[in-house]
């Protein structure tokens, strides 16, 4: 059976993917990266690829999709297709850079929080906010990743490359998926993404935020299985 890697985001866990792991059983055999305890995106793929046996496709959600390109840049011979969900291909811009900074150096002085409610609506549409079990698990995917891996994180995010000389060289399947209300990753800098991929379709979510993948699984799945089809 073919394989998918699922890499997922900053203060994340693989349940991210609950809904997708679900709609690929059978189809697929799924493994989750190990995002945790890194302080590159370097790092991350590397010890992606080493989990890894074989050729396999890569499914990158937010900061997992960082990781995605990164596996793609370094062995896209073993690569069989990418799927970038609610992500760019863009390195951060400075301010975006001291911002992060700031957030670690007061994760440093004990003022770490993980995803509060008061973030909430930066990851979800307003509709979506209304589902409390959803919002739960945002919240606590963000305790379980912990402070000290949010700062390991949020360093490996603010270093990382920018890909998008990258993506031309990657000719297999590709899909970019994003919510038009994202705010975090907006749908402009997935649209640039699948613009400079030579075999890339872009969907885009109408009324949805940055969580996608648990915001609209069935939208999200659909598309998924579309592309996995293609490999």
């Known amino acids: 059976m073919s394989q998918i890697l699922f890499i997922p985001g900053l203060l994340c866990t693989g349940e991210i993917f609950e809904e997708q792991i ?15 305890s890194m302080d590159s995106i370097g790092g991350m793929a590397e010890r992606a690829l080493a989990q890894m046996d074989g050729d396999f496709a890569v499914l990158g959600f937010s900061m997992g999709g960082y990781v995605a390109l990164e596996i793609m840049r370094l062995s896209k011979n073993r690569i069989t297709g990418a799927a970038l969900v609610s992500t760019s291909s863009r390195a951060d811009t400075e301010e975006k850079k001291q911002a992060r900074s700031e957030l670690v150096n007061l994760s440093k002085i004990g003022k770490f929080k993980g995803v509060t409610p008061r973030l909430l609506p930066r990851f979800f549409s307003e509709e979506a906010l209304k589902d409390k079990v959803k919002t ?3 919240l606590g995917m963000g305790a379980q990743i912990g402070q000290e891996n949010f700062m390991l994180q949020q360093t490996a995010i603010m270093n990382r490359l920018d890909q998008r000389d990258n993506l031309a060289s990657f000719e297999k399947p590709a899909i970019v998926i994003c919510g038009t209300q994202d705010v975090l990753t907006p749908p402009t800098e997935s649209q640039e993404t699948a613009s400079l991929l ?34």
């Open 22 to 36: 679900k709609a690929f059983e059978g189809v697929a055999e799924c493994h989750i990266a190990d995002t945790t």
């Open 136 to 138: 739960d698990i945002v």
């Open 198 to 231: 030579p075999n890339a379709e872009l969907v885009l979510l109408e009324n949805i935020a940055h969580m996608s993948t648990m915001e609209a699984p069935e939208a999200v799945n659909e598309a998924l299985l579309r592309w996995y089809g293609k490999l």
